[in-house]
């Protein structure tokens, strides 16, 4: 499975940006596929997850409220919608996907296969 995330770029506090992560190589409603973010020095941070085959979605609790994630099927790809951007939401963000994937394990980096690339988002105050 391969992953390529998108849609990052430069926008002001306040504002949106809607980042994609399109996978190849298998049907994203097999796996779970999740969001995380990393700023210089610090470990990757949890974002939000969609739960294998849509059955429900997760966030941190900093995210919450204002990031959605969602999925189009027919474009296998899997989207992290960012509202009310605020300059701690700077980052790099990655998406990763597991097919195995236990609740537990949901926020560890560690316990996911795929990864995406990253894109950067900066939001500027």
């Known amino acids: 499975v391969q992953l390529q995330a998108s849609g990052g770029g430069l926008v002001q506090a306040g504002g949106s940006l809607r980042l994609s992560c399109a996978a190849s190589g298998r049907a994203s409603g097999s796996y779970t596929t999740a969001w995380f973010r990393q700023t210089p020095g610090k470990e990757r941070e949890f974002v939000g997850a969609?739960?294998?085959?849509?059955?429900?979605?997760y966030y941190a609790d900093s995210v919450k409220g204002r990031f959605t994630i969602s999925r189009d099927s027919a474009k296998n790809t899997v989207y992290l919608q960012m509202n009310s951007l605020t300059p701690e939401d700077s980052a790099v963000y990655y998406c990763?996907?597991?097919?195995?994937?236990?609740?537990?394990?949901?926020?560890?980096?560690?316990?996911?296969?795929?990864w995406g690339q990253g894109t950067l988002v900066t939001v500027s105050s």
């Open positions: 990763a996907g597991d097919p195995s994937l236990i609740l537990s394990s949901l926020r560890n980096p560690k316990d996911y296969d795929y």
């Open positions: 969609l739960w294998r085959s849509n059955i429900r979605t």
